[in-house]
């Protein structure tokens, strides 16, 4: 029994060694997720590795998502996504990336398609712990982890967070922390989420990608990052169906945004422009005297801004703006 433990602790240590020794090892976690409802994709991922989110997380809209790690080949992000797109399963994806691989034993990856189905690989020279867990809508996956217990903890925290799915991605990612995450500390983290028509004016399909690149608590910076994100994804798609003449169909997202951060004067003041154009003039007004009240210098826009045209020979807007 003895002798057992000792070697257990000689392959812990020469592990430990062999990633100390190759600091290109993305010894890292991450899950991959995908919320039925929305047709959200997206990745999140940890590592004590700079710029993590630089290498492992990669999704499309409509397409799939794929976080390749440990030895990282990154192609298997784009060619992932392409091989998904033209109709492959997430285990056929997997079959020919490794298969053309110079050296698919030390590499780690895992997929995510449209339709939900997915697929986790550890080559068996991936530094322990390593290995990987999925199911209908998830995948994770990590290496050089504390242990398995974080993996486990991953998979169990998304299936039982309820939220948006960058809310459950995050989750996934503080539950393996919790358990230890990687060995080997922490430095970076990042999530992403795509959907189709999401990014700044409906012309991308980004609609969350944050990075922690450098810190030295990149679970706390993520989560402010992701306040932050949440804000601006719900911001943008309220803007742009507000530009697409959908100013109805707007309001909803807009009136969400201001729950998320009621203080915010840019906000208000977008929340005024939406309310006016759905034809809800009053609550308009009463936006506007807020967003101009934390913020006076919106008052130099608000008299030019043709959004706000119609309310110019009110007083209530007069004297908001003298």
């Known amino acids: 029994m003895k002798a057992r433990i000792h070697f257990l602790l000689l392959l812990t240590l020469v592990s430990t060694l062999v990633a100390a020794d190759n600091p290109n090892i993305v010894a890292t976690f991450s899950i991959i997720g995908r919320d039925a409802e929305t047709g959200e994709l997206g990745v999140a991922v940890a590592s004590r590795f700079f710029a993590v989110g630089s290498v492992v997380p990669w999704a499309k809209a409509g397409v799939g998502a794929v976080a390749t790690q440990a030895y990282a080949n990154t192609s298997f992000g784009w060619r992932g996504l392409d091989l998904l797109e033209k109709g492959a399963s997430p285990d056929q994806a997997l079959d020919i990336l490794l298969h053309n691989d110079d050296n698919p034993g030390r590499r780690q990856v895992g997929l995510v398609a449209a339709d939900g189905h997915s697929a986790t690989y550890t080559g068996d020279g991936c530094n322990a712990w390593a290995g990987g867990r999925c199911g209908d809508n998830y995948a994770c996956q990590g290496n050089i ?112 945004a201001a729950q998320i951060y009621p203080e915010h004067p840019e906000v208000l003041y977008d929340l005024a422009v939406i309310r006016l154009s759905a034809g809800e003039t ?37 004297e908001m703006v003298k």
């Open 282 to 318: 009053a609550g308009a007004l009463q936006a506007l005297k807020r967003a101009i009240t934390i913020n006076p210098n919106l008052k130099n826009q608000a008299r030019i801004d043709d959004d706000l045209s119609t309310l110019r020979e009110k007083s209530d807007f007069q």
């Open 145 to 256: 982890l504390a242990r398995e217990d974080v993996v486990v903890a991953m998979e169990s925290a998304f299936l039982k967070t309820s939220g948006t799915l960058a809310e459950r991605l995050y989750a996934a990612l503080l539950a393996g922390e919790a358990k230890g995450g990687d060995s080997r500390g922490k430095q970076s983290a990042a999530l992403l989420v795509v959907k189709d028509g999401a990014g700044y004016g409906g012309y991308t399909d980004r609609a969350i990608d944050i990075r922690v690149d450098d810190h030295p608590e990149p679970f706390v910076e993520l989560g402010r990052l992701l306040n932050l994100a949440q804000l601006n994804y719900t911001w943008n798609e309220a803007w742009t169906l507000f530009s697409n003449g959908k100013g109805v169909e707007a309001l909803p997202f807009m009136e969400k």
